[in-house]
């Protein structure tokens, strides 16, 4: 009997729980466009709270969020400054132009923040004939750095000097829920600094689609008609935010033992390719990148292993740990691993 495989190309290839089935199955529906949907709103006041926000909508996907916080907390010809890889700049196929129509700046993102002294000095230039910067974007925690978390002191910081601006920022916190395992600190004071804060249910909490925006009353009915015009309205959306409720209730704390697995899979890496750039001690999330010369070869060998696993840029592996890959999957890729050419 073949064993199952061990799919390591994202959190979000999990299944729902049977308890989020049941709970899609039993969900109280009404028509979310006319905001009658009692278990949509009752997952955007418990999302609201949870990240210490005004309000909260619910939207398709993170990109979805994303974008609405660009377009209604900029305007046409603004300045966005952003971490140079962040998910936003490179991982949303430049919707920024064409949704917000504004231009980014990139800033070194290497270690997963930004230097507030960079975003000091995109703010000072605009008395340089340069461009308004109208937001800051964050990524929280920050995929390409092996789901770096933010220190709370350097968010603080660079909440303060954009403040001194009247700039806001918009954190896009899909994976917040693994910084708040990670850290010990809460989502809310986490995202306390920003604006807005975009969080994914279906990133490593099992939730089958959904995203969740929250900010200022304002923002985020701006936001509500803003998702209109995309194409956002679901109608009968409690279906699905039913198992979104489920997924903030039940699925949060668990995400340690991914952070555990993730930490595992990043020791064997680090000594099989020990110029790979992979400090198993900076993976604390549940996402491992490093460097191989052959990346196209090594997922080979681990698909002849029953390992999928998967690449963000030219020669950058990655692997994603989750509710789906237990102990046993973790050993059998570490294996696969340690006699991958």
Request: charged content about 20%.
């Amino acid at each position: 009997m073949a064993l199952p495989v061990v799919d390591l190309r994202s959190d979000t290839v999990t299944q729902p729980t049977a308890e989020m089935r049941q709970a899609m199955a039993d969900a109280v529906v009404g028509d979310d466009v006319y905001r009658e949907d009692p278990t949509v709103n009752a997952l955007e006041d418990a999302f609201a709270e949870r990240v210490g926000k005004q309000a909260a909508l619910f939207v398709p996907s993170g990109t979805m969020g994303n974008q609405l916080a660009l377009r209604v907390l900029t305007r046409p010809g603004d300045l966005v400054v952003a971490g140079a890889r962040q998910h936003l700049v490179i991982y949303e196929n430049a919707a920024s132009a064409r949704n917000a129509e504004v231009q980014l700046h990139t800033v070194d993102d290497a270690d997963g923040t930004i230097d507030p002294a960079a975003v000091s000095w995109a703010l000072d230039a605009g008395a340089h004939h340069q461009p308004h910067v109208g937001l800051v974007c964050v990524e929280n925690t920050h995929m390409p750095a092996n789901g770096a978390v933010w220190p709370l002191d350097l968010l603080e910081e660079l909440a303060a000097r954009c403040r001194t601006s009247a700039i806001p920022i918009h954190m896009d916190g899909a994976r917040l829920w693994h910084a708040e395992v990670a850290t010990g600190v809460s989502m809310a004071t986490l995202a306390g600094g920003a604006t807005t804060v975009m969080c994914c249910l279906s990133k490593g909490l099992c939730a089958p689609v959904g995203s969740l925006l929250a900010g200022p009353d304002d923002a985020i009915g701006a936001a509500r008609i803003e998702r209109s015009r995309l194409g956002g309205g679901m109608r009968q959306a409690g279906v699905i935010a039913a198992a979104g409720i489920v997924a903030m209730g039940s699925m949060v704390d668990r995400l340690a033992e991914d952070h555990s697995r993730a930490r595992r899979l990043a020791e064997t890496a680090a000594e099989r390719w020990p110029d790979g750039g992979l400090d198993p001690a900076a993976v604390r999330t549940n996402i491992v990148v490093f460097r191989h010369c052959d990346a196209p070869g090594l997922l080979a060998h681990l698909d002849a292993h029953g390992i999928k696993a998967g690449t963000i840029a030219p020669g950058m592996v990655r692997m994603v740990t989750h509710h789906d890959i237990d102990d046993d999957g973790i050993a059998r890729t570490c294996r696969a691993l340690a006699t991958a050419p």
